[in-house]
């Protein structure tokens, strides 16, 4: 029996083919007999039942254990108007499918993964580190490459000298010291 998820096209193409199919939740549906009621109301589990006995239903529906629509042997469609959990609510809003043409549902399409660059923007020309070895192997064994195991030259590198200057004078004079510029060290008065 195929396996679909629940909100998917596959499910609403069985449904409307009347194909038995089981989902990854609690919404599935078979053509073999059984007589389980689930929880529907005593007068819509008579109805069942009697359908059931007379050898009338072809395909039912279920939301969890309880028969949710059912098809008769003259392809029509039972469907209780009962209001069960929000789940199987969902699984009711479904149930259209049963009244339509198996084409006219489209394919179900694998999602295209959202595009995640590999490299930085503006560094596609810079040559590639896929060669290295990873996940324990080399010489040193520990899951990664360091210099000393390659015998070439690194294959990038961009690092800049960048001189970083703070400047305690500059901040207090301007009227802003930081907590960095309050102490005896740099002239200002704590309050206190």
């Not at 395909?59 to 098809?71: D, G, K």
């Amino acid at each position: 029996m195929p396996k679909f998820a629940t909100q998917s096209w596959s499910v609403r193409r069985a449904l409307a083919a009347r194909e038995p199919f089981d989902t990854y939740g609690a919404f599935r549906a078979t053509d073999e007999r059984s007589y389980c009621v689930g929880r529907l109301p005593e007068q819509w589990a008579d109805r069942y039942r009697s359908d059931a006995e007379a050898g009338r239903i072809v395909y039912q529906v279920y939301s969890y254990s309880t028969p949710i629509a059912w098809v008769l042997d003259d392809d029509s469609v039972v469907m209780p108007q009962v209001r069960y959990s929000p789940t199987t609510s969902s699984h009711q809003g479904l149930l259209y499918a049963l009244d339509k043409a198996p084409d006219t549902f489209p394919q179900d399409t694998p999602r295209e993964p959202a595009f995640a660059p590999t490299q930085a923007p503006g560094s596609w020309d810079w040559p590639r580190a896929d060669g290295y070895p990873v996940g324990g192997e080399g010489r040193n064994g520990r899951g990664w490459s360091s210099r000393l195991d390659r015998p070439e030259e690194p294959v990038h590198v961009d690092f800049a000298p960048v001189r970083m200057e703070y400047s305690e004078s500059y901040s207090v004079r301007q009227g802003w010291a930081t907590s960095y510029d309050v102490g005896p060290a740099s002239g200002v008065e704590q309050a206190a």
